[in-house]
């Protein structure tokens, strides 16, 4: 029943019985278990299934939580920045093989950004990289992508705050981007535009809308 739970929980239905079961014991003991093997388990599949990419901050929270508790240890957290830094120097050419693998890896370094905390502050070694994928799809032939735009801003809806927070000189020039896009850039869809007009407006609004601005925007996406 336990393990029927913690499946369920963490949705890790998709992997095979064996690796759900490495999984499971990384959850509940993660000192018994290879933690290196762990975390490739973890990012080659953020990178393969965009579900399971946002799905993984959550996984790899409780992991660390688990063994800083249990032995004051930091290990799998070293082993899934180091795995991180692999992938994210091959970024381009992962965006040159697979848009959606791409999107997978910036949804998936943003989550961890998002749920792995050092004394309830983002971890600054991720400030950084999490800004150059942010830059990346705010890049013109980016724009024009609908997958890249919508990862773009579905990131900036869950992290945007915290990060400018960390640094807003480089939220500024993000942003800069972004008001360029929506104002000089010619083949964008209306879709596009529609999603840059409403994210400018969601940080000019202190990283929130109005109730009006949202029914506004989202009535015309469902349209």
């Not at 949705?11 to 093997?37: C, H, R, W, Y």
Request: hydrophobic share 35%.
């Amino acid at each position: 029943m336990e393990n029927s739970s913690t499946r369920d929980e963490y949705k890790i239905q998709s992997f095979d019985m064996e690796t759900q079961a490495l999984l499971k014991t990384a959850l509940n003991d993660p000192g018994s278990v290879d933690l290196d093997k762990v975390s490739s388990v973890i990012v080659e599949q953020s990178l393969k299934d965009q579900a399971f990419s946002r799905e993984a901050g959550r996984i790899c929270y409780t992991i660390v939580q688990t063994e800083a508790k249990q032995s004051n240890k930091c290990v799998f957290r070293r082993q899934l920045l180091n795995r991180l830094q692999q992938e994210f120097n091959a970024r381009e050419e992962i965006r040159r093989r697979s848009t959606q693998e791409w999107v997978c890896l910036v949804s998936f370094i943003c989550n961890i950004f998002d749920y792995l905390k050092v004394n309830n502050t983002p971890m600054v070694p991720l400030v950084q990289p999490v800004y150059d994928c942010l830059f990346r799809l705010a890049q013109p032939d980016a724009l024009k992508n609908e997958e890249e735009l919508d990862c773009l801003v579905l990131q900036l809806h869950r992290i945007g705050d915290q990060l400018e927070k960390m640094d807003m000189q480089r939220m500024d020039e993000l942003f800069y981007l972004l008001r360029d896009g929506f104002l000089l850039q010619d083949d964008l869809s209306s879709m596009g535009r529609l999603l840059l007009l409403e994210i400018l407006e969601f940080r000019a609004g202190g990283w929130t809308l109005s109730d009006t601005a949202q029914k506004y925007y989202y009535s015309e996406v469902t349209d």
